[in-house]
């Protein structure tokens, strides 16, 4: 059972518009929500995160958005860049503890393609 | 910065074999992760570790085991490799002291069993 869904597998956009990835998670006991960026033959690497307990972050070019009611998060990216084309994963946090043990469940990916 | 090491980038082995696939990170991280990530599925989660000598299943750990004998060191252990462990295997680390600290990967270890 798929907790969090990415339902577009690729996405191109052009280079300088807005990118912008979905996400949709099913557990609401998940309080933490990260995107990472993966490049061919290299591990993920950590982009952005927003708290449940918030509805935006921005870092920069990047922007997440979160709305709890509808179970969803989204990843803005603007302007889109040539170096921003890449594989995207959404992970949602379940914490096990009061002690930092926790658990990452990732989305299935969207890989993004600027188009110069 | 953190530095999580995975031992080997390939790797080529038989059905039936016994493989081992090292993770070593150098930042005193208390949690240990193995990922395995396949198209179309994303990274699923394995095998965990909150301290040495502890471990917690993930979501799909059959035909898995880990070994955590050292904080900095995490193994992934196929008893008996199949084709169907051929994958990306991602090792990753986070510190739990620090409640929002994100995940940490190495580069990934390409298995592919023939």
């Known amino acids: 059972d798929q907790q969090v869904k990415q339902n577009s597998p690729s996405l191109s956009v052009q280079e300088g518009r807005i990118s912008i990835l979905n996400c949709d998670y099913t557990?609401?006991?998940?309080?933490?929500f990260l995107w990472y960026k993966k490049y061919p033959a290299e591990g993920p690497t950590f982009l952005i995160s927003?708290?449940?307990?918030?509805d935006k972050n921005e870092d920069g070019r990047f922007t997440v958005f979160l709305n709890k009611s509808a179970k969803h998060l989204s990843l803005h990216i603007v302007p889109s860049q040539p170096g921003d084309s890449a594989v995207y994963f959404c992970a949602a946090r379940l914490r096990l503890s009061n002690f930092g043990n926790e658990k990452l469940t990732f989305g299935t990916g969207t890989r993004l393609t600027i188009i110069p | 910065d953190v530095k999580v090491t995975q031992s080997s980038r390939y790797l080529v082995k038989r059905t039936g074999e016994k493989v081992f696939l090292e993770c070593v990170q150098d930042?005193?991280?208390?949690?240990m992760f193995w990922y395995r990530q396949d198209p179309g599925l994303g990274l699923r989660l394995i095998y965990f570790s909150y301290d040495v000598k502890m471990k917690e299943k993930g979501d799909i750990p059959e035909g898995y085991s880990v070994s955590r004998e050292k904080k900095e060191r995490f193994s992934l252990i196929l008893e008996s490799a199949s084709t169907n462990q051929t994958s990306m295997y991602l090792c990753?680390?986070?510190?739990?002291?620090?409640?929002?600290?994100?995940?940490?990967f190495g580069n990934g270890t390409r298995l592919t069993v023939t």
């Open positions: 557990n609401s006991m998940f309080d933490y």
């Open positions: 930042m005193d991280h208390e949690n």
């Open positions: 927003i708290s449940s307990i918030k």
């Open positions: 990753a680390s986070s510190r739990s002291r620090d409640l929002n600290s994100p995940l940490h």
